[in-house]
């Protein structure tokens, strides 16, 4: 059974930081491109970073400058490092994984809470 346990969610302040973390387990991690999404209330679920296999990274231009997202596929990890962080940024953030192999395997996690004060 695969599953991906989102953790490092929380409130900060404005222009502060925080790191989220996506262990996934129960599948071959490094064939799956990894990628967090967010969701603020009304709002549909966007993209923010996703990283390939290999380690190509894309980000939501909204977000380039100020998050980082990165994977260790020795650990089973991949993580969003958020920095400046602002208002806007607050939403339920979501990590997915996309197999390489086939379009039938493509999984979330639960999501974490980040909430940023002004």
């Known amino acids: 059974q695969v599953q991906l346990v989102e953790s490092g969610g929380g409130l900060v302040q404005a222009g502060g930081s925080l790191r989220l973390s996506c262990a996934v387990s129960?599948?071959?991690?490094?064939?799956?491109?990894m990628g967090w999404y967010r969701q603020a209330p009304g709002q549909q679920r966007d993209l923010v970073a996703d990283?390939?296999?290999?380690?190509?990274?894309n980000y939501a231009d909204s977000v380039k400058g100020r998050l980082t997202i990165s994977r260790d596929n020795t650990e089973n990890t991949v993580y969003l490092q958020m920095n400046s962080l602002k208002p806007e940024d607050t939403a339920v953030y979501h990590c997915?994984?996309?197999?390489?192999?086939?379009?039938?395997?493509?999984?979330w996690g639960q999501g974490t809470q980040v909430t940023v004060s002004s």
């Open positions: 990283i390939t296999p290999g380690g190509d990274e």
């Open positions: 129960g599948t071959i991690f490094r064939l799956y491109h």
């Open positions: 997915n994984a996309k197999s390489t192999v086939s379009k039938r395997y493509d999984y």
